[in-house]
């Protein structure tokens, strides 16, 4: 096992494009690292540059206390999943996983014993004679899933292996791939554009952006305190709501910092109400315009008041074509058109900087 760093690390492809903008952080040993963000945001390219599949222009990978810069991949000690499997359609499944231990030169009972070990641990054993063509899609990532695992390395690298799966072989591989994680105590980073998926399986969670890192934590701290309004928006279904602080909005809260000038507020913790707000609550005017019942809880999408507070901030629910989403539980729900109003109490409510770069702190 081992820990993974990156010092810097930058990438610049020929005409001056800069895909990865200086990124800093470590993966612990045996920690699961995932990082996520839009397709276009550089995580598979810094994927690919921890397995020397990419260089580096500038900066330093570390694997296991080792600088690996300009250390070939076969010789890093790290074993990929890709997103297409990879798999020879010749070779039956046994002789897939074993395929990358006979060009190291592994004594055949070694192969032997690590080829089966990985197949019990997967469930694999019945198919070891079939080719790939004979295997579901599921079955198929699992089979390359196994060809890592043989490897024995100091980290796992997954590009993004779920999806070409369905969404109900997503989950279970997902619920898979993370108690396979905790039984090898293998150090793993793993790239999805997914958020639920990253949420789900990460000790680490890294939010990239353009080539850069927005915010690394835990999954719950990243939802709980959001250091950007990209992150906000990103992380969570539906997405934060986000909106101009104006001046009837300081008003509510009672006291803002002068420099905040974005105010959020996840779609769970508003409520529909027939009253006043509390003290320091917010409370916003809205006419319903659509509902999304999704069984056991409700979307209601609405235009705030008469608009005079200011459009949303993109990247929130405008992005669903409405000014504010609300989740409710249960079906019961407003009728299109409408008027309600919708409270939040103060500790749920999230201030950004005006350019959205920044979280403050009331």
């Known amino acids: 096992m081992a820990n993974v760093v990156l010092r810097s690390v930058r990438k610049t492809y020929p005409g001056g494009f800069e895909a990865i903008k200086g990124v800093d ?83 055949r009972a070694e192969i032997e014993a690590r080829v089966q070990e990985a197949a019990r641990i997967l469930e694999l054993g019945s ?47 997902r619920v898979e791939i993370r108690k396979l994680q905790r039984r090898l105590a293998t150090t793993a980073i793993y790239v999805t554009h997914d958020q639920l998926e990253a949420m789900t399986l990460a000790d680490v969670l890294v939010v990239m952006n353009a080539g850069e890192v927005e915010q690394i934590g835990s999954p719950l701290d990243v939802y709980a305190r959001p250091a950007t309004t990209f992150v906000a928006s990103f992380i969570g279904a539906p997405p934060m709501n986000l909106m101009p602080l104006a001046d009837d909005l300081r008003a509510q809260l009672g006291s803002a910092p002068p420099e905040a000038g974005i105010l ?19 409370a916003l005017d809205v006419t319903v315009e659509a509902i999304e019942r999704v069984g056991p809880e409700t979307f209601v999408y609405g235009a705030r008041g008469d608009h005079l507070n200011g459009p949303v901030v993109v990247g929130s629910a405008e992005a669903a074509g409405a000014d504010l989403i609300v989740r409710i539980p249960g079906q019961a729900a407003p009728g299109i058109g409408e008027r309600i109003t919708v409270t939040a109490p103060p500790p749920s409510l999230h201030l950004f900087s005006a350019d959205g770069r920044r979280r403050i702190v009331r």
């Open 25 to 107: 952080f470590e993966v612990g040993d045996g920690q699961f690292c995932v990082l996520v963000g839009p397709s276009g945001c550089g995580k598979s390219t810094l994927l690919r540059m921890v397995a020397g599949l990419e260089t580096i222009t500038s900066g330093e990978i570390e694997i296991g206390g080792r600088v690996v810069n300009q250390i070939e991949p076969a010789d890093r000690d790290i074993a990929m999943v890709f997103q297409n499997y990879a798999l020879y359609p010749h070779m039956s499944v046994y002789d897939n996983m074993a395929y990358g231990l006979r060009n190291r030169g592994t004594a």
């Open 127 to 173: 198919m070891l004679t079939r080719k790939p063509r004979q295997l579901s899609g599921g079955q198929r990532q699992r089979v390359a899933m196994g060809r890592a695992i043989v490897r024995q390395p100091k980290v796992f690298l997954f590009d993004e292996p779920l999806s070409n799966l369905d969404a109900k072989l997503r989950v279970a591989m």
């Open 264 to 282: 959020g507020v996840r779609p769970e913790d508003l409520t529909i109400v027939s009253g006043t707000a509390g003290s320091g609550a917010l």
